[in-house]
């Protein structure tokens, strides 16, 4: 699961870095890409580089920073026109593989 929420993830962030590179989109659409990908991914990547024990909370900003690019992406799409119909399903992608990944990681740390 981990491979595969890392691959996601950083498609995402790739994905947000090209457009902005690019700019053939708003950077409204490729912030939010970078943000709604790099962020969860970046966790994930230093918790396993670092063999560092999960939090006992949840990583409430991490999982902000995610919501907020899939916002902009949104904002980016309704404002500037259904052309980049991609970026949000990616977005909300991203912060899905998220999702799905904490809750797998901390229900098996709870059993462990």
Known sequence: ???LACLILA???????AV???GTMPALTGTGLLIAGLAPL??????ACH?????RR??????CASGLGCVLVLVGS???GDVRQWAPGLAVLALATWMAWQRRVWRRSDHH
């Open 58 to 63: 949840h990583p409430l900003l991490i999982s």
């Open 20 to 22: 902005l590179v690019a």
């Open 42 to 47: 970046a966790f994930i990547v230093t918790a």
């Open 1 to 3: 699961m981990t491979l």
């Open 51 to 55: 063999r560092i024990g999960l939090p």
């Open 11 to 17: 498609a995402t962030a790739l994905s947000g870095f």
């Open 78 to 80: 309704y404002r500037f």
